[in-house]
């Protein structure tokens, strides 16, 4: 049922400023429900990129194979291969189109690394991401470092950790863009398009429980339970999934109709004709994809209209396309406004998160004659998260301390990497593990993990969330729809937090209803019950004389 205004709790908001209630989404991430199925979206998608990057990713091209060396082998390869002017290739030739083919498969294999190779964008575990300097590291050397320090640090910030603020809205939009990367093999693109399809299975899913909830909670209704969002969510998948799949899946199909719609134009002569009457075609549908694609900028739109209206797969892509079509720069400052202040209160969190971490540790180092019992807590963190630095600022100033460097990769990049400050000492000092030390940092490991996912949750929480809100006021811009009306079902609250449900009907004279303001189950009447017999009739006698009550003398005057 579409549930409307009433028993609404929202602050009236002038209209002007109506872009402030995306400040109210910050309060509503921190739900502890939406962290943690934010964290478990997370997890599920890195596993099943992981997963796919396995099964892509292979090793550089050898540039004395074969295929690029041996002539014979070219020569099958390329045969029937002749100059512009007629001439037949010679040997010199064949290696110089195996050292082509060389390039071009080093190049895309180069692409293929940075994604699915070690430590690639899209195979790396969240906890081992590289995010920069740790905020609490990166404050300490603000506050107290030198000018250079200061430099130095704020420099890394903006070129590292910045961008990862920002990190739902990057995760959804690498592998989209590196799809229409020119360099990319057919391989690497199908790899992509897996990783698109797993990506979408997820959050269809996890973005679809988290925007449910967020819903119900901006529209100033009572909070619904973890359990009946999901099985709303549950009930709708496949329009969840469906909805971003249609405009990729036009896309996919215009572009196989373009590339079969150029085989003709191979022909000698005739293809040079072909072409010049598959121009406009091919412009045209250029310009199909082009719109299909500026239009999955709105794509978070579609899960939040599912969530809000309780719709359909049509109505979640016509909502989400008109709006930015209509209303683009409302909807890219409502974007803005997100963007800025989620990387605010994102660097907030981070900052609190990692400082706590850092002054527990800390406060158990204080204990007591730890030094002399050689139980110094740092062994705990043998296996800590490297990501945002939270394994350099545990392991400070112990015999574990590591260091951060740049390695250079073989595509051109540089991938940071951790490495003992003190080799020798770290080496010994690990010797001296019994079993349960091992143990005992696997189990705090575990503890840290959850921590830490749960902070990077609040940055896919605060994301969906945020979508919500300006779904709710796009549809207030374009459709003039009050932010309060969302879609319930039957059995999830409709009125306020804290207050009980109004009755669905109420008797009246006539033995009819009244209507009802809200549309509640009907509850059917209980039977009528027989009346009772009436008490039977008792003879009481007249009194007589003698118990005729006397009288004062006054009164029988």
């Known amino acids: 049922m579409a549930d409307g205004r009433d028993g609404s709790t929202l602050p009236a908001t002038r209209p002007g400023y109506q872009w402030t209630e995306i400040f109210r989404c910050f309060q509503v991430a921190l739900d502890p429900r939406k962290l943690l199925v934010a964290a478990a979206g997370i997890v599920a998608v890195a596993l099943g990129w992981y997963l796919l990057s396995s099964v892509f990713y292979r090793s550089k091209p050898n540039a004395e194979a074969q295929e690029y060396t041996n002539v014979e082998y070219l020569q099958k390869e390329y045969k029937g291969a002749k100059h512009p002017d007629g001439r037949e290739f010679s040997a010199d030739d064949y290696r ?72 739902p809205l990057v995760k959804l939009l690498i592998p989209v863009v590196k799809v229409f990367d020119i360099d990319v093999s057919p391989l690497t693109r199908i790899y992509l398009l897996l990783c698109i399809l797993w990506s979408l299975l997820c959050w269809a899913f996890f973005g679809g429980v988290i925007t449910r909830i967020a819903a119900v909670q901006l529209s100033g209704k009572d909070r619904i339970s973890l359990g009946q969002a999901v099985h709303f969510v549950t009930s709708r998948y496949l329009s969840y999934l469906l909805s971003p799949v249609v405009p990729l899946g036009l896309i996919a199909f215009a572009t196989i109709v373009l590339a079969l719609l150029g085989l003709p134009a191979l022909l000698p002569l005739v293809g040079d004709i072909l072409y010049v009457v598959l121009v406009p075609l091919a412009l045209f549908g250029g310009f199909i994809m082009a719109v299909l694609l500026v239009g999955l900028i709105g794509y978070p739109l579609m899960y939040t209209t599912l969530s809000v209206e309780g719709s359909d797969t049509f109505d979640a892509l016509s909502r989400a396309y008109n709006y930015v079509m209509q209303a683009p720069w409302q909807y890219l400052w409502y974007c803005l406004v997100a963007i800025a202040y989620g990387a605010a209160v994102t660097l907030v969190v981070v900052f609190v998160a990692s400082l706590s971490v850092y002054l527990g540790k800390w406060a158990i180092s204080q204990t007591p004659f730890n030094e002399a019992t050689n139980q110094r807590p740092e062994y705990l963190f043998t296996y800590a998260p490297e990501s945002f630095g939270w394994k350099q600022l545990l392991l400070h100033g112990s015999p574990l301390e590591k260091t951060q460097v740049a390695v250079p990769l073989e595509n051109g990049r540089r991938r940071y990497v951790l490495e003992d400050k003190y080799p020798e000492q770290a080496q010994a000092y690990v010797k001296t593990y019994a079993w349960y030390n091992f143990a005992s940092a696997g189990v705090t490991t575990f503890w840290l993990v959850l921590l830490f996912m749960l902070m990077l949750g609040f940055t896919y929480s605060f994301f969906w969330s945020a979508m919500t809100m300006i779904y709710l006021l796009m549809r207030r811009h374009v459709d003039e729809v009050e932010l309060d009306e969302v879609y319930l079902d039957d059995e999830e609250p409709a009125t306020p937090h804290g207050l009980p449900p109004a009755p669905s009907a109420a008797l009246t004279p006539s033995g009819t209803t009244s209507p009802s303001p809200t549309s509640l189950p009907m509850v059917p009447p209980s039977p009528p019950v027989a009346p009772l017999p009436p008490p039977a009739a008792v003879s009481v006698p007249a009194p007589s004389a003698a118990s005729e009550p006397k009288l004062p003398p006054d009164a029988k005057k």
């Open 96 to 167: 110089t189109k195996g050292t082509e083919k060389y390039r071009k498969d080093v190049a895309q294999w180069a692409k293929l690394y940075e994604l699915a190779g070690p430590d690639g964008r899209l195979s790396t575990m969240p906890w081992y991401e590289y995010r920069g300097r740790n905020p609490f590291e990166l404050a300490s050397t603000v506050i107290s470092g030198s000018t250079a320090d200061r430099q130095d640090a704020i420099s890394d910030f903006v070129s590292s950790s910045a961008p990862t603020l920002f990190e």
